[in-house]
């Protein structure tokens, strides 16, 4: 496993924090505002958020595994350039995704103590910056050494 994969099979694990993140909002008189946790919140409880985040965690690693696959895959075999691409876009869409659950993490954790500065889009930018641009530098050497004619 490169630090490509590794940086992958982070965002399985990160519905998790956003799951305890938002418990921990949720307990200290925040409010959910995700588009598709609310209605699992309204209609089966904090029970309906585990099973939410159990769910898209198990959807992540399937995707995950897949593209570790086609990256492996690629690496022995294929040797077409639009292919370097078809295989980059994904690992960077991933790596964006990642940053955005970032930040609704850090949000959540400080929704309670600072309600209004948490609605800026500031504060909602900067953690999804820092962690996209850390990400990227962690695995760049091992991006640059995937092959491409």
């Known amino acids: 496993m490169d630090r490509v994969d590794k940086a992958l099979l982070i965002l399985p694990l990160l519905p998790l924090f956003d799951l305890v993140s938002t418990l ?3 307990n200290l008189g925040g409010v959910e505002v995700g588009f598709l946790a609310r209605p699992f ?3 089966y409880g904090q029970i309906g958020l585990v099973f939410l985040a159990a769910s898209a965690s198990l959807i992540f690693l ?3 595994g897949v593209v570790i696959y ?4 690629y690496v022995a075999e294929w040797r077409f350039k639009w292919m370097w691409y078809m295989l980059i876009i994904p690992v960077y869409w991933f790596f964006l995704l990642q940053a955005f659950y970032v930040s609704t ?3 959540n954790f400080l929704v309670p103590l600072t309600p209004f500065l948490t609605q ?3 504060i909602r930018a900067l953690p999804a910056l820092a962690y996209f641009i850390g990400i990227t530098v962690f695995t760049k ?3 640059s050494q995937l092959p491409h004619v």
Not at 70 to 73: A, D, F, P
């Open 24 to 26: 921990f909002s949720l």
């Open 41 to 43: 919140l309204q209609q």
């Open 62 to 64: 399937a995707f995950m």
């Open 70 to 73: 086609i990256k492996r895959l």
């Open 105 to 107: 993490v850090v949000s």
């Open 120 to 122: 800026t889009i500031l």
């Open 141 to 143: 050497q091992q991006i």
